[in-house]
């Protein structure tokens, strides 16, 4: 099945797998907010630290491929000194840049930073630091921008719920967010689909759709996930600009949870060494 042909039918199967429900049609205790749902769903937890796989696979409108695979490093220091958390990629495929890193370090909102980064060229060897001009930016080239792999504050939005739809036991929340301020964000609005299964400690985000600033649909995120030892972490995730036709797919394979990495593996130093 092709990436379009994927994506229809996973938006097709949303619309037929349960009626609809007019949100006037539950008594209102019944229903949460937006906010609410934000506040029970949008996070999961995903451990102290991970170490795993990261395979991008970029594919432009003709239909070529190119593909990256990474030792990916993470840990979270949970705003600690304005930290949110730290990533460290080591390039193992292709093989003419086997040996590259990439390491991030992202802030808090209050701290009024951005995302430190840092890259390593094993050819020069030569560590470089990279500044975030834009946060609408592309991530390693793919439709993910900084802003999208960034944790946005709850507030920053308004979150309205607009549709939910029943299958079974499971529930399906459309919640539509706006920015409060237009002018400091990407989008005009997203529309996020969240899925609940009999209670809330299952409930995860399992689509994205963004608007532009026109409001014109601009590109979709399905999302897959997997639980290891407790926590919550990306399988699979697809996004495709609806406007250029490029698509990035994103799997993370080989999780291992709070593994104990230590501050020191998320230095300049330890970009020359790979983990």
């Known amino acids: 099945m092709s990436l379009r042909s994927s994506i229809r039918f996973f938006v097709f199967m949303l619309a037929v797998m349960g009626v609809a429900?007019?949100?006037?049609?539950?008594?209102?205790?019944?229903?949460?907010?937006?906010?609410?749902?934000?506040?029970?769903?949008?996070?999961?937890?995903?451990?102290?630290?991970?170490?795993?796989?990261?395979?991008?696979?970029?594919?432009?409108?003709?239909?070529?491929?190119?593909?990256?695979?990474?030792?990916?490093?993470?840990?979270?220091?949970?705003?600690?000194?304005?930290?949110?958390?730290?990533?460290?990629?080591?390039?193992?495929?292709?093989?003419?840049?086997?040996?590259?890193?990439?390491?991030?370090?992202?802030?808090?909102?209050?701290?009024?930073?951005?995302?430190?980064?840092?890259?390593?060229?094993?050819?020069?060897?030569?560590?470089?630091?990279?500044?975030?001009?834009?946060?609408?930016?592309?991530?390693?080239?793919?439709?993910?921008?900084?802003?999208?792999?960034?944790?946005?504050?709850?507030?920053?939005?308004?979150?309205?719920?607009?549709?939910?739809?029943?299958?079974?036991?499971?529930?399906?929340?459309?919640?539509?967010?706006?920015?409060?301020?237009?002018?400091g964000w990407l989008y005009s609005k997203t529309i996020s689909w969240f899925e609940k299964g009999q209670d809330w400690s299952g409930c995860v985000k399992r689509q994205v759709d963004y608007y532009d600033k026109k409001g014109l649909p601009l590109k979709q995120q399905l999302i897959k996930w997997q639980q290891v030892g407790g926590a919550w972490v990306w399988s699979e995730v697809l996004v495709k600009n609806l406007q250029t036709g490029h698509s990035s797919l994103f799997r993370i394979t080989d999780v291992k949870i709070n593994v104990g990495l230590h501050d020191d593996a998320f230095t300049e130093r330890a970009l020359t060494l790979d983990q």
């Open 21 to 183: 429900m007019p949100l006037s049609a539950a008594p209102v205790a019944d229903i949460p907010t937006g906010k609410q749902i934000f506040e029970r769903c949008n996070y999961k937890y995903p451990g102290a630290d991970q170490r795993s796989t990261l395979t991008i696979t970029l594919r432009e409108k003709d239909g070529s491929l190119r593909k990256n695979v990474y030792h990916r490093l993470w840990k979270d220091y949970k705003g600690v000194d304005g930290v949110v958390d730290k990533m460290v990629l080591y390039t193992e495929f292709p093989p003419d840049a086997e040996g590259a890193a990439f390491m991030r370090w992202a802030y808090t909102e209050s701290s009024d930073k951005n995302a430190d980064q840092w890259i390593y060229l094993p050819v020069l060897k030569k560590i470089r630091r990279v500044a975030i001009r834009d946060p609408g930016d592309s991530f390693l080239g793919s439709d993910l921008t900084y802003a999208d792999i960034s944790r946005r504050d709850i507030n920053a939005d308004t979150h309205k719920l607009t549709q939910v739809l029943k299958k079974g036991d499971k529930e399906f929340f459309a919640v539509e967010s706006k920015p409060v301020n237009q002018k």
